[in-house]
């Protein structure tokens, strides 16, 4: 039953504030010390916990006889904050495999120039005496452009050694999916001798592998571009990435997602607080009737 | 769960106790004399809790 001390105002109103961003009922209501309780411990909690799992502990997916994400169903209470996970599931499903049809990013990887062919004239062709040419980390800008039916474009950076370089692109460039959580950027073509096999996965950035040319000579280079923040952010995990989230974080990942969960079932006090005042009442009650027994 | 990760236990139950008695009373003070109330009754729940079950899985 209501306090009538609590003036509630509009308490659908409050309700719906109150589930879109915790606190903000209560704001609305003028309930300041409450508003910033819920505020900063819901949101709070939820956030940590985002931290806590790399921010990929809040996802929507749903496949029958596979994974689903039961979870989610206590991480939208918290509103607004896990809301993004439904509306990425639909554009993760709808991004295709093509590459982009532009792109305009932050280059870091390695480049390795083709062998001199004259070199391959002078030594016998022997895998174990044939020569390999050096293999450059370089940093710098990629573009490309889709014109008609062919990719043009270039890499624009600076090798190991600080020679600056422009390198064209020559062939259609490999690049992994636009909106993905989860990819494996672990050099594959231009790994180093002795170099151990350590997977790498990464969801801020994205794969990249293209054929370049700078003047006479053609090579490969090998890296990755960041990924929009838009492009990962509250996106369905795939197997892999589970699996190698709690291969990595162990328990934190769980903790992080009790974390999420336990954030939302308190927003339900919180909007209950928000519809119906305090379930107990005022809180000073009992004074009241220990004064009456006095009396 | 290692000692480390055990720490995070710490926000958790505050975040639940002061939440969960805002929820229930309008004043202030109320709030939080029950909230702390509530904070020191479950983590010496979970005290002996830890206790039991170090004792139990001693020596395994």
């Not at chain 1, 596979?66 to 993760?92: D, E, K, M, N, T």
């Not at chain 1, 016998?124 to 990629?142: C, Y």
Request: net charge negative.
């Amino acid at each position: 039953m209501t306090s009538p001390q609590v003036d509630l105002k509009n308490r659908w109103l409050a309700a719906v504030l109150a589930f879109l961003i915790p606190g903000a009922g209560h704001l609305y209501q003028g309930r300041l010390v409450k508003a910033a309780i819920y505020s900063v411990g819901i949101i709070g909690l939820f956030v940590g916990g985002m931290v806590l799992g790399e921010w990929k502990v809040v996802y929507w997916r749903w496949e029958p006889g596979g994974h689903r994400s039961f979870g989610y169903f206590s991480q939208v209470l918290v509103g607004l904050p896990a809301l993004p996970a439904r509306w990425q599931a639909g554009r993760y499903l709808e991004q295709g495999r093509a590459i982009d049809e532009t792109l305009d990013a932050p280059f870091s990887g390695r480049l390795r120039y083709d062998p001199d062919p004259d070199q391959l004239t002078i030594h016998p062709v022997d895998p174990d005496t044939r020569p390999t040419s050096k293999i450059h980390e370089i940093t710098g800008t990629i573009h490309w452009q889709r014109e008609a039916a062919a990719v043009t474009g270039t890499l624009e950076g600076t090798l190991d050694n600080g020679q600056a370089v422009s390198l064209t692109l020559i062939r259609e460039p490999m690049a992994t999916r636009r909106v993905f959580v989860h990819d494996e950027i672990t050099p594959s073509i231009l790994r180093r001798d002795k170099e151990t096999s350590v997977r790498l996965f990464s969801s801020t950035a994205r794969y990249v592998r293209c054929d370049v040319q700078n003047g006479d000579r053609e090579g490969i280079v090998e890296g990755t571009v960041p990924r929009d923040f838009w492009n990962w952010f509250q996106v369905p995990l795939e197997e892999e990435a589970l699996q190698e989230l709690h291969g990595r974080l162990g328990r934190r990942f769980e903790l992080a997602q009790v974390f999420t969960w336990i954030a939302g079932l308190l927003n339900l006090l919180a909007i209950w607080d928000a519809l119906e005042g305090p379930a107990y009442g005022y809180g000073d009650e009992e004074d009241d009737s220990e004064q009456a027994a006095a009396d | 769960m290692d000692a480390h990760n055990t720490w995070y236990i710490l926000p958790l139950v505050v975040v639940i106790s002061l939440v969960y008695s805002a929820s229930r009373y309008e004043l202030t003070s109320r709030i939080f004399s029950r909230a702390r109330r509530i904070f020191l009754t479950i983590m010496i729940f979970l005290g002996i809790l830890f206790v039991v079950l170090n004792t139990l899985s001693f020596r395994l």
